[in-house]
């Protein structure tokens, strides 16, 4: 095997990994989304205890929801990477880091989860342009 065939097969085992990353974090966002139409009341009461945002309604939460589809959809079709990854890493840190409670005081070892997809928010973030497979913009060796 050449090097050169040892570096594209190292590429590829990259961009499928990135891939795999990708949809594993889209799932829990889209379960995560689907949450604010499917039991609005529920996600108003995350937001009231986990964000301190206290007042909203189901409409506001399905707006909010609906706003987030569009983007975590761009996010998996790869699309506007510097933003809907961004957008998705930051969330993710937002939510993470506002359950700290959870892994400190009213310890829930599910909450831990939380971890290693930020980890995985962050990798896909910092990586973005390598993330190539079934993407509808190619974008290694450009800046996204």
Same mark, same amino acid.
């Not at 310890?107 to 290693?116: C, E, Q, V």
């Given at each position: 095997? $050449?090097?050169?065939?040892?570096?594209? $097969? +190292?590429? $590829?085992? &990259?961009? /499928? +990994?990135?891939?795999l990353l990708r949809l594993g974090v889209f799932i829990v966002m889209f379960a995560w989304t689907l949450d604010k139409f499917l039991a609005p009341e529920h996600a108003v009461k995350v937001f009231e205890h986990f964000y301190f945002l206290k007042g909203m309604d189901g409409m =506001?939460?399905? =707006?909010i929801g609906a706003i987030e589809m569009i983007i975590i959809l761009a996010f998996l079709a790869g699309i506007w990477k510097r933003y809907t990854y961004g957008f998705v890493m930051i969330i993710h840190g937002i939510s993470t880091f506002s359950s700290w409670q959870k892994y400190t005081v009213d &310890?829930?070892?599910?909450?831990? +989860? +939380? /971890?290693?997809m930020l980890a995985a928010c962050i990798a896909l973030y910092l990586l973005r342009d390598m993330d190539v497979k079934y993407t509808l913009i190619k974008s290694l060796g450009a800046k996204s």
């Open positions: 095997m $050449s090097e050169n065939d040892t570096i594209l $097969s +190292a590429q $590829s085992r &990259i961009e /499928w +990994a990135l891939l =506001v939460m399905m =707006v &310890i829930s070892l599910l909450f831990f +989860a +939380a /971890w290693p």
